[in-house]
């Protein structure tokens, strides 16, 4: 049953201040392994809540946001049911993401048992208090939504594409942390890359600043419909628009370019 408008105004949570000295470390032990998603995690607890409080506050303020989380819909599994997502036709946006999770070989609750483990390890060794039942249901929302977001730009799971969605990522949701991260990969791919790379880079920033919100999106209704066509609701600027070079895909040492659907 949804719930009644005035029970959305929900207080913050206890504040949890940025440890500075513990997101560079992370940061940098990401770099050095990019792999190791969670060092990403702990990246995004040690920068603190207040850029995930005005995530939040920007989802709550927002006609779509305040929809979804009336209905609190469990995108976790809408994602992890296969029987669903292969009887969707082909072509939609929710038969390509079942390929895409079968080409990977990932599952599609692994991101979020993965943050339940980080959670798990800050509340043994700084004793960071829980989130409220909203507040976690919309960051485990945005956890499982991270896939989506490599189906929908095209941007790969390797080293570079996790760069670019960075800052795809950052034109959607502006924030410190997710600026000092985006900009930190940024700077180590423009290492070997160079200048053309910063201008890649740009152009999925400024491909993410376009989009829509998509923190309020209803991906549950949207995974039967047509992916080309989700990617025109959501102003997502076709691949061979926003990069008409090609799509930039593997590790810094050994990379390619793929042409944009």
């Known amino acids: 049953m949804p719930m009644a408008p005035e029970s959305l105004e929900i207080p913050p949570p206890p504040p949890l201040d940025m440890r500075w000295r513990r997101a560079f470390r992370s940061m940098r032990e990401l770099f ?31 006609p779509e946001g305040r929809a979804v989380l009336a209905e609190r819909p469990d995108l976790g599994c809408a994602l992890a049911d296969r029987e669903a997502l292969v009887a969707m036709p082909e072509g939609s946006f929710g038969r390509v993401y079942l390929a895409f999770l079968e080409r990977y070989g990932f599952q599609s609750m692994a991101l979020l048992q993965l943050q339940k483990q980080v959670e798990a390890k800050w509340d043994a060794e700084e004793g960071v208090p829980r989130l409220d039942p909203a507040r976690a249901w919309f960051r485990d929302r945005v956890m499982l939504s991270h896939d989506l977001f490599h189906v929908l730009t095209g941007y790969g799971t390797d080293d570079i594409g996790e760069a670019t969605l960075l800052a795809f990522t950052l034109g959607q949701v502006p924030g410190r942390g997710q600026a000092l991260l985006t900009i930190g990969a940024a700077l180590e791919v423009a290492r070997a890359l160079g200048r053309p790379w910063l201008r890649y880079d740009l152009r999925a920033w400024r491909r993410g600043r376009r989009a829509v919100r998509l923190a309020g999106v209803p991906w549950e209704a949207l995974l039967p419909s047509p992916l080309d066509e989700v990617r025109k609701r959501l102003r997502i600027t076709p691949a061979r628009e926003a990069h008409p070079g090609g799509i930039l895909a593997g590790t810094i040492d050994n990379y390619r370019v793929i042409a944009p659907a």
């Open 32 to 62: 050095d392994n990019p792999d190791d998603t969670e060092k990403a995690m702990d990246f995004f607890y040690a920068v603190g809540r207040r850029e995930f409080e005005r995530s939040f506050q920007r989802f709550l303020a927002s």
